[in-house]
């Protein structure tokens, strides 16, 4: 069964500063899918960023970005010139290719953007 | 819609009573999930539909739990005999099913507590 482990339960930041968030998995699948997702008091969980497992070029959106270690399965989360509305909780996923799709969660790291 | 709607936001319900969760997907999305998030934790799936196959179930924590959809429609989740165990966020998300991993939309969720 496939696990995703978030070690950093809380995490703190200076605004325009970089902070990165650690995210590990298991699987015995060699094809798969990884996810960051921001989830704000509203509750709505808001995709970050994503990367696809056979891609060996990391993913990067604007000042997000990530270090994927396929062989370590490893995938961190850097968030660069780090902005108040950057406070939420995070939440790593993984997605293996079969016919439902579906998203496996870790625990969360609640981040918090200090003025 | 322009996103994918829950309803109620929050519901207060007594111990051994039966609540039903509503989901609104994004028009024209077939694939359609159910997640639950207790506090403090990540999202756990619950049940996936995608047009009229038979839905994949594996989730749902025991007999007490069902989920409905007609077609590519509305879907209710619906817990009997509530238990305080219950009490969590229950959220929706619909998707492309030909997008897979690139389409999912969540809703903000309903806020189950059982007293």
């Known amino acids: 069964a496939q696990t995703v482990t978030q070690s950093q339960p809380e995490m703190s930041v200076q605004e325009a500063e970089t902070v990165t968030l650690s995210c590990t998995y298991d699987?015995?699948?060699?094809?798969?899918?990884l996810f960051w997702y921001k989830q704000p008091p509203s509750r709505q969980m808001i995709l970050v960023i994503r990367?696809?497992?056979?891609?060996?070029q990391n993913a990067t959106e604007n000042r997000f970005s990530v270090n994927f270690q396929k062989a370590a399965k490893s995938f961190s989360l850097k968030i660069s010139d780090s902005q108040l509305g950057d406070t939420a909780m995070y939440f790593c996923?993984?997605?293996?290719?079969?016919?439902?799709?579906?998203?496996?969660f870790g625990s969360g790291t609640r981040l918090l953007v200090r003025p | 819609g322009a996103g994918v709607s829950q309803s109620p936001s929050n519901k207060v319900t007594e111990k051994g009573k039966d609540v039903e969760l509503r989901c609104d997907p994004i028009?024209?999305?077939?694939?359609l999930y159910w997640y639950r998030q207790r506090l403090g934790q990540g999202l756990e799936f619950l049940i996936y539909?995608?047009?009229?196959?038979?839905?994949?179930k594996s989730g749902l924590p025991s007999d007490r739990f069902s989920a409905e959809r007609t077609g590519e429609s509305v879907s209710t989740l619906t817990i009997q005999r509530t238990q305080q165990e219950d009490s969590a966020v229950y959220l929706c998300?619909?998707?492309?099913?030909?997008?897979?991993?690139?389409?999912?939309?969540f809703g903000s969720g309903t806020r189950l507590t059982v007293v």
């Open positions: 998300a619909s998707s492309l099913s030909h997008r897979g991993p690139y389409g999912y939309t």
């Open positions: 990367q696809e497992a056979y891609k060996q």
């Open positions: 028009s024209g999305h077939t694939a």
């Open positions: 539909f995608q047009g009229n196959s038979a839905p994949d």
């Open positions: 996923a993984f997605m293996a290719p079969d016919s439902s799709y579906k998203l496996i």
């Open positions: 699987t015995s699948e060699n094809n798969y899918y």
